[in-house]
């Protein structure tokens, strides 16, 4: 079965543990914990720097909704831009209007700047997020996009498999439709064969403590979101396992 895995990856070390675990593709971003957002310019420069498969940015500029204004989207657009000049091969983009609906001239200027530049664009999952994730569905369609990274409206792949596999099939070929959310080694091979995808997005991150020995003074990171003495990481193990668990 041909499938192409993506891995969502908050730094650097995580992306390099993808490629070596086999990953097709990795998207780059930050703040995982707050459902990801722009990863800094660094870490693309790198990333690109020493990562031989694709490498996907996430655009989006804050957490929250997915309404922005036009400031917003002027610096999202910038940083398409910037993307497009330290190499990577494509971009995750979204947007909705204030009633659950694609915001269709947002996504339109972003898709037509990414397109110019030669990125590929994913469509995230703001469209779980939409009034009518099947008219969401069309309108993404109608822009252009690539593919479409999904949950089905649920908050994890294995909540929404029907909805994704309905997504597929009404999809037809048009775009791709990729789940994501909650896939590991235990679920993936059940959410492919349901779904009839071909590619389908996890981090398969692990906890790890942090080597810090000092652990005094100021917290910056609250107790509910891990505190400031672990990290989260992709890990090789994890990943690998999850690729078998498919093929």
């Known amino acids: 079965m041909d499938v192409k895995f993506e891995i969502c990856c908050g730094n650097l070390q995580s992306a390099l543990n993808a490629q070596q675990a086999g990953a097709n593709r990795v998207e780059l971003c930050s703040a995982l ?3 990801g957002l722009t990863p800094s310019y660094g870490f693309i420069e790198q990333a690109r720097k020493r990562l031989k498969i694709d490498i996907n940015v996430l655009i989006r500029p804050r ?3 997915f309404l922005y204004e036009s400031e917003e989207v002027a610096e999202m657009i910038s940083d398409i831009q910037v993307c497009a000049k330290l190499g990577v091969n494509g971009v995750v983009i979204g947007a909705l209007d204030p009633y659950g609906n694609v915001d269709m001239d947002s996504c339109r200027a972003m ?8 990125l590929s664009v994913t469509f995230h999952r703001a469209i779980d997020r939409a009034a009518n994730i099947f008219a969401a569905l ?4 109608s822009l252009g996009v690539d593919r479409i990274l999904t949950s089905g409206g649920k908050p994890t792949a294995m909540e929404g498999l029907e909805i994704i596999a309905k ?3 009404c999809a037809d070929g048009r775009t791709i439709i990729m789940p994501g959310a909650g896939v590991n080694s235990g679920n993936i091979k059940g959410i492919l064969t349901t779904a009839g995808v071909r590619e389908i997005h996890f981090s398969g991150s692990a906890t790890y403590d942090s080597p810090m020995v000092y652990r005094e003074g100021v917290s910056f990171t609250p107790a509910n979101m891990g505190g400031d003495f672990t990290r989260m990481e992709s ?4 990943i690998r396992a999850t690729i078998g668990a498919a093929l």
Do not use: P, T
């Open 138 to 141: 069309e309108d993404a369609i």
């Open 235 to 238: 890990s090789v193990e994890k």
């Open 167 to 169: 997504m597929n099939r």
């Open 33 to 35: 914990s707050l459902g």
């Open 111 to 118: 898709v037509a700047v990414a397109k110019h530049l030669g």
């Open 63 to 65: 957490q929250g909704d």
